[in-house]
């Protein structure tokens, strides 16, 4: 398949759009008419063909424009991309799952070919061809982890496994939604986690733990999370809260339709067969309210699922400020029929 990619941005001029076909991909994250924080993990298996689901890496319209705003948040900020040393070797695992998964999703676009240590690496959409020797860093332009990272949509954690927990030892982290790679970096599963509500009195993250740690290689699994924008920005970072936070009081009635996105992170967790590492990777959706909509159930389903959410998981994901906003807009498209369950179109 031949992917045609779009020239847009995630900043300044905001002039990311979402293809007809885009929405109808769009991994809505819902599958009832209420929402209460879970685990809700699955085995990440190929999918329904068109879907996000197809691949174990997705790489869609957006690609081209998606890696240009890295490159551009990395310029101003070296330090969203970080590893501790003893996490090169699961760099070197992330190069070979990466590059397996897109070159043979995606033959049309990226091309490698393997003879022993000695690789070759062609991403036609970057202009990329790159020969190499696998698992030696000098013949990389960086890191193992950044090279690839710098060429795949998503963010990416690399977890170390050590005394009974999980520890975020490495990353490739500039889409994130509120949070900080250069804050997070070293910390074990439950101090990355504290400050979600709900969930810790419910027992989900020493369950979730347990679960990772026997995560085998060769069965990965995902996960939905999702939240707000205020707009189409990428780079929701707390370094450049400055820059962002303001928008969030932008929200009118007059505007929440087009301003206003639903960003989903479709997640996924891959067992490394070298490092025996996890890599965890984040990969970032936005859909803004017109999208929404223009699917009657996600409408509707969107619609109860803001009214009804509970006020500390509101707060937590940013939603306070214009949450009856959007309720009061998306309550017009929300007839009162029952839903389907699941997350995909009626």
Same mark, same amino acid.
């Given at each position: 398949?031949?992917?045609?990619?779009?020239? *847009?941005?995630?900043?300044?001029?905001?002039?990311? @759009?979402?293809?007809?076909?885009?929405? %109808? =991909?769009?991994?809505?994250?819902?599958?009832?008419?209420?929402?209460?924080?879970?685990?809700?993990?699955? !085995?990440?298996?190929?999918? %329904?063909?068109?879907?996000?689901?197809?691949?174990p890496?997705?790489?869609?319209?957006?690609?081209?424009? *998606?890696? @240009?705003?890295?490159?551009?948040?990395?310029?101003n900020?070296?330090? /969203?991309?970080?590893?501790?040393?003893?996490?090169?070797?699961?760099?070197?695992d #992330?190069?070979? &799952? #990466?590059?397996?998964?897109?070159?043979?999703?995606?033959?049309?676009?990226?091309?490698?070919?393997?003879?022993?240590?000695?690789?070759?690496?062609?991403?036609?959409? #970057?202009?990329?061809?790159?020969?190499?020797?696998?698992?030696?860093t000098?013949?990389?332009?960086?890191?193992?982890?950044?090279?690839?990272?710098?060429?795949?949509?998503?963010?990416?954690? &690399?977890?170390?496994?050590?005394?009974?927990n999980?520890?975020?030892?490495?990353?490739?982290?500039?889409?994130?939604?509120?949070?900080?790679?250069?804050?997070d970096?070293?910390?074990?599963f439950? *101090?990355?986690?504290?400050?979600?509500?709900?969930?810790?009195?419910?027992?989900?993250?020493?369950?979730?733990?347990?679960?990772?740690?026997?995560?085998?290689?060769?069965?990965?699994? @995902?996960r939905?999370?999702?939240?707000?924008?205020?707009?189409?920005?990428?780079d929701?970072?707390?370094?450049?809260?400055?820059?962002?936070?303001?928008?969030?009081?932008?929200?009118?009635?007059?505007?929440?339709?087009?301003?206003?996105? #639903? =960003?989903?992170?479709?997640q996924?967790?891959?067992?490394?067969?070298?490092?025996?590492?996890?890599?965890?990777?984040?990969?970032?959706?936005?859909?803004?309210?017109?999208?929404?909509?223009?699917?009657?159930?996600?409408?509707?389903?969107?619609? @109860?699922?803001?009214?009804?959410?509970?006020?500390?998981?509101?707060?937590?994901?940013?939603?306070? /400020?214009?949450?009856?906003?959007?309720?009061?807009?998306?309550?017009?498209?929300?007839?009162?029929?029952?839903t389907? !369950?699941?997350?995909?179109?009626?």
């Amino acid at each position: 398949m031949v992917l045609a990619f779009k020239r *847009e941005t995630f900043r300044d001029d905001y002039t990311f @759009r979402n293809s007809p076909e885009a929405v %109808r =991909r769009f991994p809505f994250p819902f599958d009832a008419d209420t929402y209460m924080y879970s685990v809700n993990i699955e !085995p990440h298996v190929a999918g %329904r063909k068109g879907s996000v689901f197809e691949h174990p890496i997705d790489i869609d319209e957006h690609y081209v424009s *998606e890696m @240009r705003d890295r490159a551009l948040v990395l310029k101003n900020d070296p330090l /969203r991309c970080q590893t501790l040393p003893h996490m090169d070797l699961a760099g070197w695992d #992330l190069v070979e &799952l #990466l590059m397996v998964s897109m070159s043979e999703a995606y033959p049309e676009h990226f091309l490698l070919e393997r003879n022993g240590n000695d690789w070759h690496w062609v991403n036609r959409p #970057l202009g990329i061809d790159d020969r190499f020797t696998f698992g030696v860093t000098s013949t990389l332009p960086y890191g193992p982890m950044e090279y690839i990272t710098r060429q795949c949509q998503g963010d990416f954690c &690399l977890l170390d496994q050590r005394d009974g927990n999980l520890w975020v030892d490495a990353g490739m982290v500039t889409t994130q939604a509120d949070w900080s790679m250069d804050f997070d970096l070293g910390m074990n599963f439950f *101090e990355w986690h504290a400050p979600v509500p709900l969930a810790h009195e419910k027992g989900v993250f020493e369950r979730a733990l347990k679960f990772l740690m026997q995560l085998r290689q060769g069965h990965p699994v @995902r996960r939905f999370n999702w939240t707000m924008s205020s707009t189409p920005r990428l780079d929701t970072s707390p370094e450049n809260y400055h820059k962002w936070g303001y928008e969030r009081a932008l929200i009118t009635p007059e505007n929440v339709s087009e301003r206003l996105h #639903l =960003r989903v992170e479709l997640q996924a967790l891959w067992r490394l067969p070298r490092s025996n590492a996890v890599v965890f990777s984040i990969r970032c959706y936005l859909a803004s309210m017109n999208d929404i909509v223009s699917v009657p159930k996600w409408g509707r389903r969107l619609h @109860r699922v803001l009214r009804d959410v509970h006020p500390a998981l509101a707060e937590y994901k940013g939603l306070t /400020r214009y949450r009856q906003t959007a309720v009061d807009f998306l309550s017009k498209y929300d007839d009162g029929q029952e839903t389907s !369950p699941g997350i995909w179109p009626d």
